[in-house]
């Protein structure tokens, strides 16, 4: 794991406490709101089914219900043990235990290889985290290119030009209107960012 800054573990710790407490009682207070998130993803996504799927900041694994039938492999990383637990459990019950792997990981310092997954989901996920643009880089380090990402934000953390401007610098994005969040769906390009990498380097 990477070098983390006083004030970065303060907040991730915060997170981690957060969810802790709200593992059990997560899908009763949200979980509505998340199916319903979710089920609007599906059907903005263009992608083939099967492949390796990562579910950053996976929480209680509620969209292992949705991923796990077309999936060679779904693998969901969260801080919360509790919520881990949770999304374990929703495994069993699917009888998907042989297709799911569930790793307490950081979004930030994801540990994977570069450019391995096919589809990554990160749904609600980055105004928890202490760089957004940080846990993008890493989101965008382990996809394969061409891949698809999406990418949610709650309203009231993100404007839409912040938005916008923080997913588009990755990528070609497609956005989506959604009632508290923002969707995007971003088609990984590596050579894009590779150029974008160069061009910072330079200082242009």
Not at 12 to 26: C, F, G, M, P, T
Not at 152 to 175: A, M, N, P, Q, V
Request: aromatic fraction near 8%; charged fraction near 30%; include cysteine.
């Amino acid at each position: 794991m990477g070098k983390v800054s006083g004030n970065s573990w303060s907040i991730k710790k915060s997170v981690i406490e957060h969810y802790d407490r709200l593992a059990d009682i997560y899908d009763s207070l949200y979980g509505e709101e998340q199916r319903a998130k979710i089920k609007i993803i599906f059907k903005v996504m263009n992608a083939e089914a099967g492949g390796l799927v990562l579910d950053i900041g996976c929480g209680t694994g509620l969209l292992i219900e949705y991923s796990v039938a077309d999936s060679k492999c779904f693998v969901g990383v969260d801080l919360s043990i509790k919520s881990l637990r949770r999304a374990r459990e929703r495994s069993r019950r699917l009888k998907a235990e042989r297709y799911v792997s569930l790793i307490r990981a950081d979004a930030e310092n994801l540990p994977f290889r570069s450019e391995v997954f096919d589809k990554i989901f990160a749904l609600t996920l980055l105004q928890n985290t202490p760089s957004p643009r940080r846990a993008l880089g890493e989101i965008v380090r382990v996809a394969k290119d061409k891949s698809q990402v999406v990418v949610t934000g709650l309203k009231k953390y993100f404007t839409i030009d912040e938005f916008h401007g923080l997913i588009s610098s990755f990528g070609e994005c497609e956005f989506f209107p959604e009632n508290r969040d923002f969707i995007a769906v971003l088609r990984v390009d590596k050579q894009r960012i590779n150029i974008g990498s160069e061009k910072n380097k330079m200082g242009e």
